[in-house]
C-alpha cells in the first residue's frame, strides 16, 4: 500500500523549509527511525527520520526546493506487518562508529576530471555544512579531494580545491597565444541565490522590522573589572576542559536583571493585546558560521550555575559551526545578545529576532582613558552596548533602568554573588 509521509511540525511557528539533502533514493528499501532528508529552517539544520518500514516510491522535491510543514514529502511503499520486522541488510558507515546505514544508490558519474575515490557507496564524506558550502561554490563534491579520514571533505579542501583551479587557470592563460582583446577583459557581475540559513534569516528579520517598533538604548560598560574576574576564574574553568569567555558572564548577569525587570523578558500576541510574561530566561547569542548566523539558546539560565552556562554555550557554538543544531536547541528564545566585537564593531542596532521583545549588541573592548573618583586620567577597558526594544511595550525610562541595573552586575561582578543559586 503506498501512502504519503508527511513532513512533521518542525519547530515553533515554522510553515516551510528548504531541502538540504535527501539522504534516500527512489526504489530504495528504508526501515523505521532511519534519516530520511536534512531540511533547514530558520532555525536550525533538523534532520527527518521515516516512520515506516517501506520502499520510497516517489521523492516530492528536488534537493534545494522549499518543502511545506504538513504537506506530503515522499509517497512510501509500506511492507507487511510480517515484512516489516523482518531484518534489513545493512552496510556499515565506516565513519560513524556503530551507525548502520542503508547502502545508497550509485551517485552519477563526474564530468570533472579531477573526481576522486573519496566516498562511501560513491557519495562524497562531507558534513551538511560543507555540503552547503560546496553548493554556494558551485563545487561538485566528487571532484574535491578530502583530507579527512577515508577522503572526508572539509572546508579547506573547498578552498585548495579552488586555488588549485585558480592557478591552473592562470599558466593556461599564460600560456596562451590568444591574443586578449579588451571584450575579455571585462568585469563580470555574479548572481548568488540567497538559500538555506541566510535565505531564512532575511524572511525572519524582514518580518521583524515590518512587525516591531525598534528603538534603541545606547550606553557603555566599564568591563576592567569583568576581566579580571575571568582570568582569576578561567584556571578552574580549563580544569573542567572548559575555555571561559565574557558571555558565559554577561549571561548570567542578564538573567539576575531580567529577575528584577521582567518585561523584558516577555513576548506580545499578534494583536497586541496581551503580554505573556515568561518564567524561564532562554538566553540566546548569536554564533557566526560559514552557512550564516544562527542564533542557538541557553534554556532556564535563571537556574543554570556560571559553568553550567559556559559548557552549554561551548557544546552550542560547536553544533553551530558543525551545522548540527536541533530546533530544540533554537527555538524557545526569550532574550538574545549578538557579540559583534569579536569581529570588530564597535556600535550596531540590532534587529530583534521576534517574538522577543528585545536584544542587545556588544561592541569590542577598547582601553580608553576615563576619569577616576579623584578626577585623575587612568586607563579603562571599555565596550559600547546598543539595546534594541519593541517600543510597543517597552519604553526608554523602563530599558534604561534595566540596562542599569544588568551594567551594575558587570561591572561590579562580586555583586552577582548575593544572587547566585
Not at 3 to 30: H, K, M, Q, S, Y
Not at 248 to 274: D, G, W, Y
Amino acid at each position: 500500500m503506498k501512502i504519503d509521509f508527511i513532513l512533521p511540525d518542525i519547530g515553533e511557528g515554522i510553515v516551510e523549509c528548504e531541502l538540504v539533502e535527501w539522504r534516500i533514493a527512489e526504489g530504495e528499501t528504508i526501515t523505521e527511525d532511519q534519516p530520511v532528508a536534512d531540511v533547514m529552517t530558520d532555525k536550525a539544520l533538523v534532520e527527518i527520520t521515516s516512520m515506516y518500514n517501506g520502499v520510497i516510491s516517489k521523492l516530492y522535491y528536488q534537493q534545494g526546493d522549499i518543502a511545506k510543514v504538513h504537506q506530503p514529502l515522499f509517497e512510501i511503499e509500506v511492507e507487511s506487518e510480517q515484512d516489516a520486522i523482518e531484518e534489513t541488510v545493512e552496510t556499515i558507515d565506516t565513519e560513524t562508529v556503530g551507525t548502520p546505514i542503508k547502502q545508497s544508490k550509485p551517485a552519477s558519474t563526474s564530468q570533472c576530471p579531477l573526481a576522486t575515490a573519496n566516498a562511501v557507496g560513491n557519495k562524497p564524506i562531507a558534513s551538511p555544512a560543507v555540503r552547503r558550502l560546496a553548493r554556494e561554490m558551485q563545487l561538485d563534491l566528487k571532484a574535491v579531494e578530502g583530507s579527512g579520514k577515508n577522503g572526508r571533505i572539509y572546508k579547506e579542501d573547498l578552498q585548495q580545491h579552488l586555488q588549485h583551479h585558480a592557478q591552473a587557470s592562470n599558466d593556461t592563460n599564460i600560456n596562451s597565444n590568444e591574443k586578449v582583446t579588451p571584450s575579455q577583459t571585462d568585469t563580470v557581475n555574479k548572481t548568488e541565490s540567497i538559500k538555506g540559513i541566510k535565505a531564512l534569516m532575511a524572511k525572519q528579520m524582514q518580518d521583524s522590522v515590518s512587525s516591531i517598533p525598534h528603538f534603541t538604548y545606547a550606553d557603555e560598560l566599564d568591563v576592567t573589572e569583568l576581566e579580571a574576574t575571568r582570568d582569576t576564574l578561567k584556571p578552574s574553568f580549563e580544569a573542567e576542559g572548559l575555555r571561559l569567555s565574557l558571555m558565559p558572564l554577561f549571561i548570567k548577569a542578564l538573567s539576575l536583571a531580567l529577575q528584577e525587570h521582567p518585561l523584558l523578558n516577555s513576548r506580545v500576541n499578534e494583536a497586541c493585546t496581551e503580554i505573556l510574561y515568561q518564567e524561564d530566561h532562554n538566553i540566546g547569542f548569536a554564533v557566526d558560521t560559514p552557512s550564516g548566523l544562527v542564533v542557538p539558546n541557553i534554556k532556564g539560565v535563571q537556574h543554570l550555575t556560571l559553568l553550567d552556562i559556559t559548557q552549554e554555550i561551548n557544546q552550542l557554538i560547536e553544533a553551530a559551526r558543525l551545522g548540527k543544531l536541533t530546533s530544540q536547541q533554537m527555538k524557545g528564545g526569550t532574550i538574545t545578545l549578538s557579540n559583534i566585537g569579536v569581529i570588530g564593531g564597535t556600535v550596531a542596532t540590532p534587529i530583534i529576532n521576534k517574538p522577543e521583545v528585545a536584544i542587545v549588541a556588544l561592541g569590542k573592548i577598547q582601553k580608553l582613558p576615563r576619569f577616576d573618583e579623584n578626577d585623575q586620567v587612568v586607563a579603562r577597558k571599555i565596550m559600547q552596548i546598543s539595546w534594541s526594544g519593541d517600543h510597543r511595550i517597552i519604553d526608554g525610562a523602563s530599558m534604561a533602568r534595566f540596562c542599569n541595573t544588568w551594567k551594575a552586575y558587570l561591572e561590579n561582578p562580586i555583586s552577582m554573588l548575593t544572587k547566585l543559586r
